[in-house]
């Protein structure tokens, strides 16, 4: 089970055959107290790097771009009422969606955890 | 996300505190200002109503006029009174010594420059105008005004807000007995042996004091009114220091515009709402009606004599709905567009304000905001969203 980074703060995981999309716990720190996410609607298409879901917080709405390519399997019906959990457990309870696939070879470009910790000291 | 502060922005006299007090500094209005502290804007927000907040609201201007004087100081008074109601459509002559009125800058359009408190303090006046606006005003008043009135803007002052239902005990913790002080009263005093200028005023909605005093003290006092509420285990006073976003979202649930979002140099005072900030004396039939900028267009609009008119805003779900969303009739049809809008902290969802066509302007007026090309259902809803506990 493997999480990979985008430079815009989002991991994906694989499991089993489908992956797990969220936002890492710096884009939680830096939006503050989220209030609002707006999921994908299930079977919906989704385009690697461009906008999948939205996440509103106290301070500002961000948009999350899908990591990869593919279509949503389910969403995370639990942010609805509880969009704090992404605040709280941003790489657990607080996922965004489950998707399959087109492509997995873009994977190959994200970072991994070290690279992503790397990446995080670069812009402090 | 904010971007990180550049070095060339001006920073207040409380700089260091709020870097001690672990604040997330951005830029605003050409300061370096905090956004939030530790405990975060929802936090922040839900204890200036419930307890007590302390705001640095030092970017502020703060102008002092006074007529230059010729004979009583009871004429020079009148005679700044006067000076400035050429410029602003208030009552001033009839602002008494100690008092302070909220008001408005206008422009021959009849539109909003800017929004102040304008306060009587004896002797002067004393304006205090948004942090984005003040050398403009200030040059603004300077060139209407300078040839009958010695005006100044404050450089060497801060400005300090202490909001909250428990602001008033702060104070009198350090002494203070403000019981006879009401809403928009104003008064010099020492509070801890530093003189201040103390107006029971703010911009959260609830009970609370602006005060005004010089920015070479102005760390000091924050932290005797911090370390003081610290110290006290028994009565939980506890007072926090309080971000410009929760400052935000305080005025919005107290129903107050925001200039530059809500008040514009295209909006009136009657489109804003705000017909109750031209005095009665300065309308049709007033003693001194007119003479300020934009009368001709402004005093005829009073009777509801407008196309568009702000009004609160309810979003049905729980997305927020932000400016500019496109605001759009049952048909489809633009009706108008979200000046403010955010998450209410008090109430648990969000809360938007915005500019309706009059037609559409009645309480319960249901209608859809255009959000990321989607249509998201609100209603027209009466401000404020949070009742106001100004101590009258």
């Known amino acids: ?124 | 996300m904010s971007a990180p502060a550049p070095a060339t922005l001006l920073r207040t006299p409380l700089h260091a505190l709020h870097l001690q007090q672990r604040a997330k500094m951005v830029a605003f209005a050409g300061y370096e200002m905090p956004l939030h502290y530790a405990a975060g804007i929802l936090a922040e927000h839900l204890h200036t109503r419930r307890c007590a907040g302390l705001f640095d609201v030092s970017h502020m201007g703060q102008i002092s006029v006074r007529a230059h004087p010729r004979g009583s100081a009871a004429d020079t008074d009148n005679d700044t009174a006067r000076a400035l109601e050429s410029l602003i459509g208030a009552d001033l002559l009839g602002l008494p010594h100690g008092r302070q009125k909220y008001a408005l800058l206008t422009n021959s359009q009849g539109g909003i420059r800017d929004d102040l408190m304008i306060q009587n303090l004896g002797g002067r006046f004393m304006l205090v105008v948004n942090a984005a606006h003040k050398q403009q005003n200030f040059d603004y008043l300077q060139h209407h005004l300078g040839d009958t009135c010695q005006l100044e803007l404050r450089h060497d002052l801060a400005l300090l807000a202490l909001q909250g239902p428990r602001a008033a005990a702060v104070l009198a913790r350090l002494g203070c007995d403000l019981a006879d002080m009401k809403f928009m009263d104003v008064r010099e005093l020492e509070i801890d042996g530093l003189t201040c200028t103390l107006s029971r005023s703010g911009y959260s909605g609830e009970d609370g004091f602006e005060i005004s005093l010089a920015a070479a003290h102005a760390e000091s006092l924050a932290r005797r009114l911090l370390a003081d509420a610290d110290s006290d285990a028994q009565v939980q006073l506890q007072l926090q220091l309080i971000g410009l976003g929760a400052r935000d979202s305080l005025r919005l649930e107290a129903g107050l515009c925001l200039c530059g979002q809500d008040l514009t140099a295209a909006t009136t005072p009657s489109e804003a709402a705000l017909n109750w900030v031209i005095s009665a004396a300065r309308r049709h039939g007033g003693e001194r009606a007119g003479g300020f900028p934009g009368a001709p267009v402004i005093l005829p609009q009073i009777p509801r004599n407008i196309a568009r008119v702000r009004v609160g805003l309810l979003p049905h779900g729980r997305a927020p709905v932000r400016p500019p969303a496109a605001l759009l009739d049952a048909a489809g049809k633009p009706i108008g567009a979200v000046t403010s809008g955010g998450f209410s902290p008090t109430l648990g969802h969000p809360i938007s304000m915005g500019y309706v066509q009059l037609a559409h302007a009645a309480p319960a007026t249901e209608m859809v905001a255009v959000v990321r090309g989607k249509h998201v259902p609100l209603a027209v809803t009466k401000l404020p969203f949070v009742a106001t506990q100004f101590f009258h």
């Open chain 1, 1 to 124: 089970m493997t999480t990979k980074y985008t430079e815009d703060h989002e991991w994906v995981r694989q499991q089993g055959d489908e992956y797990v999309v969220g936002i890492t716990d710096y884009a939680q720190e830096q939006l503050g107290e989220i209030v609002y996410v707006e999921l994908p609607q299930a079977n919906a298409a989704v385009t690697r790097g461009e906008e999948a879901a939205v996440v509103e917080s106290v301070k500002a709405a961000g948009e999350v771009k899908s990591p990869l390519s593919g279509t949503v399997l389910a969403v995370n019906e639990a942010l609805a009422d509880q969009p704090q959990l992404v605040n709280d457990d941003p790489q657990g309870e607080g996922w965004f969606y489950r998707m399959q696939a087109d492509d997995t070879a873009p994977l190959a470009e994200l970072m991994d955890a070290d690279g992503y910790r790397k990446f995080l000291d670069s812009l402090a």
